[in-house]
């Protein structure tokens, strides 16, 4: 791998669940080669507290989350990003700002952990769950040679991640 850094942004529509537990993942895992954000098209205003636990059991610092609109992203002075990644199937479907640097992007959907209705016990494991797919999608990403594939295969690459 390069020394280059890259900026990665999750979006998805509350910021609140899925988006910020990929943020925590991707910090965590990219060996200082990555920087995660989050962001949402329609921000909650505020972290799920499950998913914020789930961070937690990973062993994954949960100081700083907020939920935020993903236009904070596409004002000028923003971080560049690099890649921009859906993890909601309706946030995929939505018109999104355009971003500067046209990042290369992808539809990493999950199921939304927050809508499940059960017991804290139950909600715990699909946080859980949810986690994990969204830590091995990262995990198949990180292992790509980003510095010796084009922009095409790289493109290909984590389209193809989305859908496993």
């Known amino acids: 791998m390069s ?3 890259y900026n990665v942004l999750f979006v998805c529509t509350h910021n609140s669940a899925r988006s910020i537990m990929a943020e925590g993942l991707l910090n965590s895992m990219g060996r200082g080669n990555f920087v995660a954000f989050s962001a949402g098209s329609h921000p909650d205003g505020q972290v799920n507290p499950f998913a914020l636990k789930t961070l937690e059991r990973m062993g994954i610092p949960t100081d700083g989350y907020r ?3 993903w236009a904070e992203f596409a004002r000028p002075g923003a971080p560049h990003m690099d890649f921009v990644f859906t993890v909601c199937d ?3 479907g939505e018109v999104c700002p355009v971003w500067p640097g046209q990042p290369m992007t992808a539809h990493w959907g999950v ?3 927050a809508t499940f209705q059960g017991t804290d016990e139950a909600r715990t494991k699909v946080f859980w769950d949810t986690a994990v ?3 091995r999608r990262i995990e198949l990403m990180l292992a790509l040679p980003l510095a010796s594939l084009d922009r095409l295969a790289i493109q290909r690459e ?3 991640i989305g859908a496993q």
Do not use: G, R
């Open 133 to 135: 797919i969204l830590k």
């Open 90 to 92: 309706q946030a995929a």
């Open 3 to 5: 020394d280059k850094v």
């Open 111 to 113: 199921p939304d952990p």
């Open 67 to 69: 939920s935020k609109d």
């Open 158 to 160: 984590i389209k193809d």
